[in-house]
């Protein structure tokens, strides 16, 4: 496949955008034309041959604008291989393990007839906004769990099944 790649997201902090680049940055390094949005944003999805979304676990939740998002555009994205993550475990749980991906995901990829998920690790820093993160961080739970060669290996298997 030569066509075009979304990869989009849903973040309260940044950490779930960060993952979406480095997805999209490996998707590009293997060749493919890829382009990174907040799901917010994305406007349509048909002018994409796959799409890749991603969600930040919030309370064993994901976050609001991905589930919007998969609502919005669930009829085009039904006609193209979706691929969906999770980031948000503020603990090493996520590189010890395969973790299942929240009731909401699961739906999604039954749905969807997604083509994969994976849980990445979450990171909340210091600076972070609200204060529930910032009693998180306060209470020595915080940090950064996200295991960025884990994010590249998957999304470069996400490119070798798009090349077949």
């Known amino acids: 496949m030569t066509g075009r790649v979304l990869v989009t997201y849903g973040t309260k902090h940044g950490s779930t955008a960060h993952i979406a680049e480095s997805i999209a940055d490996t998707l590009r390094e293997e060749g ?3 382009e990174t949005m907040r799901a917010a944003s994305v406007p349509f999805v048909s002018r994409y041959d796959a799409v890749v979304v991603g969600g930040g676990l919030y309370a064993g939740r994901w976050h609001r604008d991905a589930r919007t998002f998969i609502r919005r555009h669930h009829d085009d994205l039904a006609e193209r291989p979706v691929w969906l993550f999770s980031s948000g475990p503020l603990d090493a749980s996520a590189a010890e393990r395969n973790l299942p991906p929240v009731r909401t995901v699961r739906r999604v990829m039954r749905d969807l007839h997604a083509r994969g998920h994976v849980t990445f690790g979450g990171c909340l820093e210091e600076d972070a906004d609200g204060w529930p993160a910032r009693r998180i961080v306060r209470a020595g ?3 950064d769990f996200r295991d960025f060669d884990a994010v590249r290996a998957w999304a470069s298997g ?3 099944e798009l090349k077949e």
């Open 32 to 34: 493919l034309t890829v």
């Open 141 to 143: 739970r915080g940090g």
């Open 158 to 160: 996400i490119a070798a």
